[in-house]
Nanobody, 120 residues
Framework: QVQVVESGGGLVQPGESLRLSCAAY????????MGWYRQAPGKQRDLVAE?????????ADSVKGRFTISRDNAANTVTVYLQMSSMKPEDTAIYYC????????????WGQGTQVTVSS
């Protein structure tokens, strides 16, 4: 079983920066891909950024050049950071941390979600 604990989020003005953190605990987390998804009101949950165990990254086109995902592997946990810069009102959403791996099918673990609001 994998536990996912998020921190960060809040209210920022357009152009400002914010960092989200996500810690994953459990068996095999060092071998899992981790990432962030977001869901705005009335919209589906979409990938923002993800990072593999080998630190290969993938970003949504809308955040490329503005957001950076990074990964820190400790003894018993993996922590992923999402550094968000030059934020826009359209970045407003609930952000969810995701941990996943494949074994014949995809297995997903989710955080509880954290609200990010970009507004003047």
């Amino acid at each position: 079983q994998v536990q996912v604990v998020e921190s960060g989020g809040g209210l920022v003005q357009p152009g400002e920066s914010l960092r989200l953190s996500c810690a994953a605990y459990g068996s095999g987390v060092h071998f899992h891909t981790m990432g962030w998804y977001r869901q705005a009101p009335g919209k589906q949950r979409d990938l923002v950024a993800e990072i593999t165990p080998g630190s290969i990254t993938n970003y949504a086109d809308s955040v490329k050049g503005r957001f950076t995902i990074s990964r820190d592997n400790a003894a018993n946990t993996v922590t992923v950071y999402l550094q968000m810069s030059s934020m826009k009102p359209e970045d407003t959403a609930i952000y969810y941390c995701n941990v996943h791996y494949y074994n014949l099918r995809r297995y997903d673990y989710w955080g509880q979600g954290t609200q990010v609001t970009v507004s003047s």
